[in-house]
């Protein structure tokens, strides 16, 4: 059973790929020319300070981000199965409605990427005269996966939900953890994804044509393919977390709502009440002792219209 449903869903996975892979190419056109002209400005940069390296080139990505809220959002609504999906139009409105937040996480990643890169270098370089330190590494290694899980959800839950940074960066860490499976998924589709790449690059013989094809895969594949996998892998169980999270939220208030005020839970369980038999035609005088069977339950008549009409007094109506 779980073969069956696995081979599903790679089935549907790649159905809506390859359905959507002609606007995921203009997706990919649209983010990856700004990323590669950034690219080359911040290594120009590099160059002309002589620090060309992981803390001038990874700068592109705090520019980039904006950018990438509309890929996220066009993979948002493909993962989700919309059909008709204006490119264009919600490739923009994606930047328009979170280009700030995604700014911040730009800094962000940034910043993770710096520490992640040189907390994992250092402790690599120690360890080879103190082998004690591996396990710092390792350490290193695992709070860089944390990032790097918290970083699948962030720009899907950005653009998906509407809620407090805090409140997005705090779900997504939890989802880090909470979300293993689904985060596993992602990492080996981004890992097929750039083992298909690198296959093309390692037989490509010579420097220049490895340029060549590096380029034509960033921009044409990569940004937009890898979103489109970490969104399918992601959305579902994100959508039953956080839904179950707000459920479970709104009935704990209202609990809290009814230790306030009684009264309410009454008028409520009332309201209920009467919705359970809306459908039911009862006529007042047929005050007898026959029995109704109505969603599983055997009521009698006589006591039926003595419950509406005591639940109508309950709200401030009068049944008739």
Known sequence: ????????GITIFL?????NFPKLILCNLMFSVPLIGFSCLFYFIGGILQFQNVVTIGLTIIPIMPLYAGVTLVTRNMVRGDEQIPLLPTFLKGIKENWLRFLIH?????FALLMSYFSITLYWNIAHQNGMFYVVMV?????SIVFLFTFYNLPLMTVTFDMPLKNIYKNC???????LKSN???SLGVFLLGIFCL??????????WVIVLTLIFTAFLIPGTMSFIINYSEYKGM?????????????????????????????????????DFADVVIDENDNTDEYIFHNGKMVKKSVLIKQLKEAGKVIGEEEK
């Open 173 to 179: 860490f939890l989802m880090s953890f909470g979300e």
């Open 199 to 208: 296959s093309f690059l390692i037989f490509s013989g010579t420097s220049l």
């Open 184 to 186: 596993l998924l992602a």
């Open 239 to 275: 959508m039953s977390l956080l839904v179950a999270k707000e459920e479970k939220k709104a009935k704990l208030e209202k609990e809290i709502l009814y230790q306030k005020n009684p009264a309410l839970k009454k008028q409520e369980e009332a309201r209920q009440f009467r919705d």
């Open 139 to 143: 350490l290193c290694v695992i709070i």
């Open 106 to 110: 730009g800094v962000v990643m940034y």
């Open 15 to 19: 159905s809506s790929l390859f359905t």
């Open 1 to 8: 059973m779980a073969s069956e449903k696995t081979k599903l």
